[in-house]
């Protein structure tokens, strides 16, 4: 497993842009599926992006698709989310994952979770 630690969050107005990172500890990262997942007050966590080990696929949530974009720099053991035209809706802590089998990652089952960051957007 890895230790993930996740930066970038703040308090924005709608339409303006955020990056999170999603900074990862071992060796091993670059053979890791990242995912990004967020939790609003009183709602379930949500899928919102992933991408592949090798950055090759990329999936994401319809409610996200065409403003948010997921890259990784596996020299630098990290892993982005660029987060444009920002909504109140998309206000909510998020979390990064991280799993070998990319399908954990996908499922919400990865196996090793960074601690959050607050994302906040307003009207």
């Known amino acids: 497993q890895v230790q993930l630690v996740e930066s970038g969050g703040g308090l924005v107005q709608a339409g303006a842009s955020l990056r999170l990172s999603c900074a990862a500890s071992g060796r091993t990262f670059s053979s890791y599926a990242v995912g990004w997942f967020r939790q609003a007050p009183g709602k379930e966590r949500e899928f919102v992006a992933a991408i592949t080990w090798s950055g090759d696929n990329t999936y994401y949530a319809d409610s996200v698709k065409g403003r948010f974009t997921i890259s990784r720099d596996n020299a630098k053991n990290t892993v982005y989310l660029q987060m444009n035209s920002l909504k109140p809706e998309d206000t909510a802590v998020y979390f990064c994952?991280?799993?070998?089998?990319?399908?954990?990652?996908?499922?919400?089952?990865?196996?090793?979770w960074g601690q959050g960051t607050q994302v906040t957007v307003s009207s």
């Open positions: 994952a991280a799993d070998a089998a990319q399908r954990r990652v996908v499922a919400g089952t990865g196996r090793s």
